[in-house]
């Protein structure tokens, strides 16, 4: 059973930066690929980013490509969503997810989440 914890959300300017950190459960974290969704107001929860096991490969919605890094340390069990350059349409609650081991986009393939952190923009 894993457990995730978000952290690192809050109010931010666009153009300004934040660092997410989502902590997990140790027992099975490192079997684990790990994604970042987000879900804004009225709208489905997206896939964001998502990174192997082993942290070799990473993926990226189009939207965020270039501003957004997806990185893991399995030593201290924790995954972290760096967002630079944000912009008031990333607002959203953002959530971690342990997910399989095949690449998935699908909030249905992740078996584990958090309860997630907010993220605000303002203009």
């Known amino acids: 059973q894993v457990q995730l914890v978000e952290s690192g959300g809050g109010l931010v300017q666009a153009g300004g930066s934040l660092r997410l950190s989502c902590a997990a459960s140790g027992r099975t974290f490192r079997n684990s690929a790990m994604g970042w969704f987000r879900q804004a107001p009225g709208k489905e929860r997206e896939f964001v980013a998502r990174?192997?096991?082993?942290?070799?490969?990473?993926y990226y919605t189009d939207s965020v490509k270039g501003r957004f890094t997806i990185s893991r340390d399995n030593a201290k069990n924790t995954v972290y969503l760096q967002m630079n350059s944000l912009k008031p349409e990333d607002t959203a609650v953002y959530y971690c997810?342990?997910?399989?081991?095949?690449?998935?986009?699908?909030?249905?393939?992740?078996?584990?989440w958090g309860q997630g952190t907010q993220v605000t923009v303002s203009s």
């Open positions: 997810a342990a997910g399989p081991p095949y690449y998935s986009r699908s909030s249905t393939d992740y078996a584990y």
């Open positions: 990174i192997t096991t082993s942290g070799t490969n990473t």
